[in-house]
């Protein structure tokens, strides 16, 4: 089992190359099955749940190379079943865009019900609510969605709550369904309109993403091509706090800055300073910080997934912050092992109070999801003494070359075999 062993207390300096967006990746490559040709993707992250999804395709019939780190040629044309089975299924939670895909170029799918990070009850039900909208009959037999899309045509969607995973996973199905769908109270997120660009670039009809309305013309067929992904706005985010918690002077490069406007206004409230680019982002953090109280919400508000390095950095500000998870019932597992290091917080529901300002010493903490891994980083770049992160492997799904980026920036991180 790998560990991370850091000693902390340097504050960060220096440049960061941000990589693609996994959550656009992770997306895009299952979208990729509409597409009866040859895709060429480019800034695809070099990180576990990208492989995990290019395996799902290679099992289905796609061919697979990856021509670089980052770059990878998909050839769709030969695929032999629309079955994702379990095993594979659910290593993720992003496998149900799969069934968009399936329902698109197969008019049927079959895809074990799927895993990922534990943040409580996480239904599907929107994604049933738009694949019945577009005149398909959907089920849970044996532990696996089945989707019967054989009569798949457009149709009008408002969805009850804002999911990114339903809009993308229905924008995907629609892409190729004939007549005019209409997606109201869609996710606005960066990722959505990421999807939406690859899907058009490739002959799709997709007009409103990033917008509350998404109307996508179905198309007959999609044709090959070469699309860039996004960058990551939350590893491009979790440098940040990194940058400001420990006090530090990072420039992040590879941003599109404009994403990153929530947690900005957030440093800007503290004290924290922010100097934008065209393609990169400057935190200085040389003043004293000031407590504040953070709610997550759907893009273009606080991203819940920054939500644990946030709460990392709170604990070094003194004072009473508070913090509101509006997105995820339950996403607040990690704080007990914060509290290992010395920090005094109390969750209350979806509440965590943060008493901050106390030291923290380095302690053996584990990463119980992704996003709380690189909090637990966080902390411990800032703890006296040697902080030992263990089930590492949350935190090799989504940052690439975690250990080398935080080693340039100055961290003492070592990746070690326990
Ligand atoms: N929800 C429903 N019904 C549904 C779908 C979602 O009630 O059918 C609820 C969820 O339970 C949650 C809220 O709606 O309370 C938002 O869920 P959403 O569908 O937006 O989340 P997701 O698509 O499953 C993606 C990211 C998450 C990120 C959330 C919110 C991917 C693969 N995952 O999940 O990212 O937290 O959006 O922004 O894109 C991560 O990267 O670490 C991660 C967990």
């Known amino acids: 089992m790998e560990k991370f062993v850091i000693t902390g207390g340097t504050p960060l300096k220096g440049v960061v190359n941000i990589s693609g967006a996994k959550n656009a990746a992770i997306a895009i490559i299952p979208a990729t099955l509409l597409v009866e040709d040859e895709c060429i993707l480019e800034n695809i992250p070099d990180i576990k749940d990208v492989n995990i999804i290019l395996d799902m395709l290679s099992c289905l019939g796609a061919v697979v190379e990856r021509i670089d780190k980052n770059t990878v040629k998909i050839n769709a044309t030969n695929l032999h079943t629309y079955i994702v089975e379990k095993d594979l299924a659910s290593k993720m939670r992003a496998s149900y865009y799969l069934l968009g895909a399936l329902c698109g170029r ?6 074990a019900l799927p895993g990922g990070c534990n943040f409580g009850i996480r239904p599907i039900d929107q994604h049933i609510k738009g694949f019945e909208a577009l005149n398909c009959k959907i089920g849970i037999k044996s532990g696996s969605v089945e989707v019967d899309a ?24 629609a892409a190729k369904a004939p007549g005019v769908t209409v997606l109201e109270n869609a996710a606005r997120e960066p990722h959505v309109v990421d999807v939406a660009n690859f899907l058009n670039s490739m002959g799709a009809n997709i007009k409103g993403a990033g917008t509350d ?3 996508i013309t179905g198309v007959e067929k999609l044709h090959g091509g070469t699309y860039g992904v996004i960058p990551d706005q939350i590893e491009a985010g979790t440098y940040m706090f ?21 947690i900005t206004s957030k440093f800007v409230e503290m004290g924290v300073e922010v100097i934008e680019g065209d393609d990169e982002v400057r935190v200085i953090a040389t003043k ?8 997550t919400l759907p893009y273009p508000g606080f991203p819940t997934d920054l939500q644990p390095p946030m ?5 070094t500000v003194s004072g009473t912050s508070i913090v509101t998870e509006s997105v995820w019932d339950s996403r607040y597992q990690y704080v007990s092992e914060l509290g290992k290091m010395g920090a005094q917080i109390t969750v209350d529901g979806r509440v965590a109070v943060i008493e901050g300002g106390t030291p923290l010493l380095g ?3 584990v990463a119980t999801d992704l996003r709380a891994g690189a909090g637990m980083i966080i902390a411990g770049l800032c703890a006296s003494g040697e902080t030992h992160i ?16 935080f080693g340039a920036l100055g961290a003492d991180i070592k990746r070690i075999d326990d």
């Open 106 to 111: 197969f008019k049927k799918a079959s895809v």
């Open 150 to 173: 054989s009569l798949l045509s457009a149709g009008h969607i408002y969805f009850d709550k804002v999911s990114v995973g339903a809009t993308i996973n229905i924008m995907i199905a």
């Open 213 to 215: 309305t998404i109307k």
């Open 242 to 262: 990194a940058a400001a918690a420990t006090r530090g002077d990072v420039t992040i490069k590879n941003v599109i800055p404009k994403h990153l406007d929530a």
């Open 288 to 295: 004293e910080l000031k407590k504040i109280n953070v709610k």
């Open 311 to 315: 709460v990392a950095l709170l604990t």
């Open 363 to 365: 302690a053996e903490v």
């Open 390 to 405: 263990s089930e590492i492997k949350y935190i090799d799904r989504g940052y690439e070359d975690v250990e080398e980026k």
